[in-house]
């Protein structure tokens, strides 16, 4: 439960209205029973099942908890470039070993032709 006060805390720190509040609601869920459409403005959600759907309040801005919080964020900058780079190489080289182990596999001394073999299953008659 401490988790979800330590989120609560910084939903209301870091909203414009709710910080200017008293007593506001947070709801939350568990993200499989959000429900999202295309014709949903940005920003909006909708629920699965009410049932599951969870409110807490908080009363005022606990600021020790939104400073011991704010110490321990951490932003990275990520490269998507260079993360799409990476995964197409992989799988570039995946594809590599698979066409090379088929290719190891396909060799024509070790295959056999069923043409020259004088049975012929088709011919059962």
């Known amino acids: 439960m401490a988790v979800i006060e330590d989120a609560a805390q910084l939903v209301k720190a870091n ?8 007593d506001i609601d947070v709801v939350y869920t568990l993200w499989e029973n959000l429900h999202k459409t ?7 959600v909708g629920f699965h099942r009410q049932k599951e759907v969870r409110k ?3 009363s005022k801005r606990c600021n020790d908890i939104v400073n011991r919080l704010k110490k321990t964020k951490e932003e990275k900058v990520v490269n998507f470039q ?3 780079d990476l ?3 992989r799988e570039r080289e995946d594809k590599k070993r698979i066409f ?9 001394d070790t295959m056999k032709s069923n043409k020259d073999g004088g049975e012929d299953s088709d011919d059962f008659m």
């Open 87 to 89: 995964r197409d190489r």
């Open 56 to 58: 807490i309040r908080v």
């Open 38 to 44: 295309d014709s949903m403005d940005v920003g909006q």
């Open 100 to 108: 090379k182990s088929y290719t190891t596999l396909m060799k024509e």
């Open 15 to 22: 909203s414009i209205e709710g910080n200017k509040m008293n």
């Open 82 to 84: 260079e993360q799409r």
